[in-house]
């Protein structure tokens, strides 16, 4: 197979990107935006050794679970992979990610995969969203998103995964910068934005101060919003670099953080705090995980942000024991420890991979909440679970790929996987949360 190529195949299943598989003369291909049991005519774009990449010149059967997507943008910004498949395919390719991963990366082919929980709104979901500022040929500022795998900007002026709200937010703060002009003081970076419990958070990035007079009663009008519900802070970066939050925070207007509660704990949020970017589902997975232990435990929630789940924990468990590496992290921790009276909370500031094997040998017995990074828990964690050995691990992860790599090596010290549960945190992306509970054989 050569590029350039044009092959007609069938789509037999899914990769790990949600993009769909099927075989030429032996050899595997990915087709993006293709569905299981469509037959499509591609031209292949990239071969190496192990497989080939095609795009999609012609659907020639398509699949009944094929619907038309509803981002203008869909195909050129890289957020989305599922648009173009109906909610109840979408769930299903994302059960056959997290099954491919467990089977081929972790050897776990029996695993009970559960069907994926949903979310009532795939549309219009995501409490939080930042959009690139860029100026454009005349100067005037655009919202934008970035192509595909690259730094080239698109301008856009809406995004159907992000709550109306602030959609209309970030329009109407690009109608006052051109305006103002603007574009012409400051080169602008971001607006990064947060909508929870209806209120807003509006965050402007900027290289350098610039003056943003009337720009709050403008967000008001356009939002419809009162002035105790919306906040308005001004981000000075003290670097060009990537890092979209840096630099020294302004508060211009209105309110400073959002009071919020979630399964009976009141907590702050405020630009910078860790916060799930689905609440629905948020506390769905954060409700699934504090049921798995008793009121005589005690637990260790290792990688615990902001210390919300740790403390609907503290409802329930004897003691709980956060353990986060992000100082502020902490310290909003402490913040709801103190806020909700939960004397039986502890939040530890530093390295799980430090910090764990110290409190599992103060602790004795345990059981264990685990919810790492994306690359998954450190190899030097995974070895101290092995030795201290808690009752129960419940493992909470947003990557399949390191989920499956982590739990072969938990198995192996002896624990059964007792359960799978896939929730769709990001509809219309490819990416899905995992909740496994492994317990002691
Ligand atoms: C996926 S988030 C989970 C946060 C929290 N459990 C929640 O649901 O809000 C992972 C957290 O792990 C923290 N983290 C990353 N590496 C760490 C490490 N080596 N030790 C402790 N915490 C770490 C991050 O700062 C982040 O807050």
Do not use: W
């Amino acid at each position: 197979m050569n590029k350039n190529d044009q092959v007609v195949l069938t789509i037999t299943g899914y990769n790990s990107e949600a993009q769909g598989v099927g075989r030429v003369e032996g050899m595997v291909v990915f087709v993006p935006f293709a569905l299981k049991g469509e037959v499509v005519k591609v031209t292949i774009i990239k071969v190496t050794k192990s497989y080939a990449v095609g795009k999609v010149v012609e659907i020639l059967e398509a699949s009944k679970d094929r619907v038309a997507p509803r981002c203008e943008y869909y195909k050129k910004c890289g957020g989305c992979a599922l648009q173009h498949a109906s909610y109840a395919e979408s769930l299903r390719v994302k059960k056959e990610i997290v099954q491919n991963a467990l089977a081929k990366l972790g050897g776990i082919a029996d695993a009970n995969v559960q069907d994926v929980i949903g979310c009532s709104r795939p549309y219009e979901y995501r409490n939080k969203s930042a959009f690139p500022l860029v100026a454009n040929g005349e100067k005037k500022l655009e919202l934008a998103m970035y192509r595909v795998l690259s730094h080239d900007p698109i301008f856009i002026n809406n995004c159907p995964i992000t709550q109306k709200i602030m959609q209309i937010a970030a329009n109407a703060f690009i109608s006052y910068a051109n305006e103002h002009n603007l574009a012409q003081k400051t080169q602008f970076r971001h607006i990064l934005m947060r909508f929870v419990d209806k209120k807003l958070l509006v965050v402007v990035v900027a290289m350098k101060k610039v003056f943003l007079d009337g720009l709050f009663e403008h967000l008001c009008t356009a939002t419809g919003l009162g002035k105790d519900s919306i906040g308005l802070f001004l981000c000075i970066k003290s670097q060009d670099n990537n890092v979209i939050l840096e630099g020294k925070m302004v508060h211009v207007a209105g309110i400073e953080s959002i009071n919020s509660t979630c399964g009976g704990i009141r907590f702050a949020i405020s630009p910078n705090s860790f916060y799930q970017v689905n609440d629905e589902i948020m506390q769905k997975i954060y409700g699934q995980a504090v049921e798995q232990f008793g009121s005589d435990e005690i637990v260790v929630d290792a990688y615990s942000g902001a210390g919300l789940m740790s403390a609907m924990l503290a409802k329930r468990v004897k003691k709980v024991v956060g353990i986060e590496i992000v100082k502020e992290a902490t310290a909003d921790a402490n913040t709801v420890k103190r806020q909700n009276g939960l004397s039986n909370m502890e939040n530890i500031n530093g390295d799980v991979k430090t910090v764990l094997p110290k409190l599992g040998k103060e602790l004795g017995e345990f059981s264990l909440i685990i919810d790492p990074p994306r690359k998954g828990a450190d190899p030097e964690v995974l070895k101290t679970i092995g030795q201290a050995l808690p009752r129960k691990i419940v493992y909470i992860s947003c990557n399949p790929a390191s989920l499956a790599r982590d739990l072969r090596l938990l198995l192996g010290h002896g624990y059964t996987l007792s359960l799978v549960q896939p929730y769709d945190m990001f509809p219309e992306t490819q990416h899905v949360e995992t909740l496994a509970v492994l317990e002691r054989k």
